[in-house]
């Protein structure tokens, strides 16, 4: 199966206010829209993203409901260049974004800030890609060897790098043949055997395909769960979820 990441969903409480932040602060563009009675979504992402970049969604719900954090998503992460880490997460701070963890406590490797939803955003320095364009998103999982044969069996991602450390390891997934600009999946495993809650303030990530019912039926083919078929969705769009529930959307390439 042939499937790049599309793209990764938020939740906001705010549209224009979300909208502002993203467009701001990381110069970010809409690329679509889609208006329903009920919601509405908004894909954003940078001038110049790759063809298989991914984007951001915002999903906003019309009827002004409040969302928890939970604990099962991580991250978004997001690329600067090798040499402007320190001087992009100071642009931010200078702008008034929330001052999260700093580069100097993450060893000058990575940093962090939050979206005015509490949303964590990992910024991580890359040679490659548009300036901040979509680089992983992180999930967490409670069983590592599970994780890992799921994204391997089901979507025909490669296991593309990995960090242990004490306490946990992080593993990468991207599809077979995927340029550097693609985004990837993070996965973390924590050695302490916790659980996590999933909350509803993250949507899902989204995978693009170019046959959506072949896409389907291999799938479920793969044991992967029958959440919401495409017939159910228009036959726009299906939903699958892995081991630890996390939504996975399937699209139809562009």
Not at 53 to 80: K, P
Not at 105 to 125: L, M, Q, T, W
Not at 173 to 190: D, I, Q
Request: with cysteine.
């Amino acid at each position: 199966m042939d499937a790049p990441i599309d793209h990764v969903m938020l939740r906001v409480e705010d549209l224009e206010e979300s909208l502002e932040w993203y467009q701001t602060h990381l110069d970010y563009e809409e690329k679509g829209r889609w208006e329903a009675d009920t919601f509405t979504n908004v894909f954003l992402g940078p001038e110049d993203v790759h063809e298989d970049g991914a984007l951001l969604e915002l999903t906003y719900n019309h009827d002004g409901r409040t969302y928890e954090m939970g604990d099962a998503w991580g991250h978004i992460a997001v690329r600067v260049p090798e040499d402007e880490l320190d001087s992009s997460y100071q642009q931010l701070m200078d702008e008034g974004v929330e001052d999260y963890r700093d580069p100097e406590s993450c060893g000058n490797r990575y940093a962090f800030v939050k979206d005015p939803d509490g949303h964590e955003i990992e910024i991580v320095k890359r040679d490659y890609g548009a300036k901040w364009s979509l680089d992983h998103t992180m999930i967490r999982v409670e069983d590592a060897t599970e994780a890992l044969g799921y994204w391997l069996r089901t979507f025909e991602y490669e296991h593309t790098g990995r960090w242990e450390a004490d306490t946990f390891a992080n593993y990468f997934m991207s599809r077979e043949g995927a340029a550097p600009e693609e985004m990837s999946v993070e996965l973390t495993y924590n050695y302490d055997g916790r659980t996590y809650t999933m909350g509803d303030a993250w949507g899902h990530l989204a995978v693009a395909v170019d046959d959506l019912d072949e896409a389907w039926e291999q799938t479920l083919e793969r044991e992967s769960e029958d959440y919401r078929d495409p017939e159910s969705c228009g036959d726009r769009y299906a939903f699958t979820k892995d081991q630890d529930g996390h939504e996975i959307e399937i699209v139809r390439k562009d």
